[in-house]
């Protein structure tokens, strides 16, 4: 569905009848024939669509003067709900876990909760184990830890598996993260394009840096031990491909080789941001409900705001729920031009 921060009440109620739960959080409804407000998946019967208003919050509805449904109790975490932060949080203090014990953790048959789970957090409690670890040695290594020691608190039985597990997903090596940088290079240069001069940077990997009104100073605090080398002929290809997705962007730019570092949750959050349609846009809200954690807004946010590869991970394609622009690193102008370019 197109522009989710602008969804029209058409749509809202085409959401209702499909019992659709990834947005719940996002909205809900109120029946005012019957003085209730209910989750856009609430099961009970679909009242009459001229009985029906929607609200953004649970708030607004009573303000109105309707109260929660009972059912469904959109004003509270459901049982779902309660029983995968449950298993989130076992996960975070154990490690992986099986399907069975997560079944008797939560009381849900395995096969059943495998969906439910995988459906409220976008991933399997093995993947999500899997991205917990990872973000252990990330974090580990940031906070000056030896590799092998990171490696081993993590879990794993050495190199070969955590490369084999996160298959480059990490972009820079364990050892370079435990360094901040040294002994990676890092080659840039500032190019000329329509909406202003722009840092464009990458190792032998991809780009890890495009930023509007930066140059050398402010890639030397990002990068403070790599060395810094202006871009030579080898690059040339890859910074006219990443002027050329500014200039006019569109979906070639998928094809443009990054090298990011990020938690977690950052890096799901820039994989969302990546599937985000050229020519479209989402709310912050929408774009946490998609995650699995509509209460997740400000996370979202924050997730944009460590984006070092502006464009390439469009967060200018996220605005807030209201359909104003809301706020951009580098500009509002630069962000409402980028959004006009691509047709919003």
Not at 151 to 156: H, I, P, S, T, V
Request: glycine share 10%; proline share 5%; aromatic share 6%.
């Amino acid at each position: 569905m197109k522009h989710l921060a602008n969804i029209t009440d058409d749509d809202r109620w085409r959401i209702v009848l499909a019992k659709d739960r990834r947005f719940d959080g996002v909205f809900v409804t109120g029946v005012h024939s019957t003085g209730i407000y209910c989750r856009p998946s609430c099961p009970a019967r679909v009242p009459l669509r001229r009985n029906v208003r929607f609200y953004s919050s649970s708030k607004g509805a009573e303000d109105a003067g309707l109260r929660a449904c009972k059912r469904c109790s959109p004003d509270a975490q459901s049982a779902e709900e309660a029983c995968v932060l449950a298993a989130i949080a076992a996960i975070r203090a154990q490690g992986a876990m099986t399907l069975a014990a997560l079944s008797e953790l939560t009381g849900y048959a395995p096969a059943h909760f495998q969906r439910l789970f995988k459906r409220s957090v976008g991933m399997s409690p093995a993947a999500f184990a899997r991205a917990c670890r990872e973000e252990r040695v990330r974090e580990a290594l940031s906070a000056g830890q030896s590799v092998t020691e990171a490696l081993e608190d993590a879990g794993y039985s050495g190199q070969k598996q955590f490369y084999a597990e996160t298959k480059g997903r990490l972009g820079m090596a364990p050892s370079d993260w435990s360094k901040g940088g040294a002994g990676k290079r890092v080659h840039w240069a500032v190019l000329p394009t329509t909406l202003g001069p722009m840092l464009v940077a990458a190792t032998d990997k991809g780009v890890c840096c495009l930023a509007f009104g930066e140059g050398e100073a402010e890639l030397r605090i990002r990068f403070p031990r790599a060395e810094l080398i202006p871009a030579g002929e080898d690059f040339r290809a890859l910074f006219a491909a990443v002027v050329a997705a500014v200039e006019q962007p569109g979906p070639g730019s998928a094809a443009i080789p990054l090298d990011v570092k990020g938690t977690a949750f950052q890096q799901r959050v820039w994989e969302e941001l990546r599937r985000i349609p050229h020519g479209e846009t989402r709310s912050y809200g929408a774009l946490a409900a998609l995650l699995g954690n509509s209460k997740a807004s400000r996370a979202v946010g924050g997730a944009n705001g460590a984006n070092h590869v502006a464009v390439l991970i469009p967060c200018h394609r996220v605005i807030a729920s209201d359909g104003t622009l809301g706020g951009y690193a580098y500009g509002l102008e630069i962000k409402a031009e980028l959004l006009r370019r691509e047709g919003v």
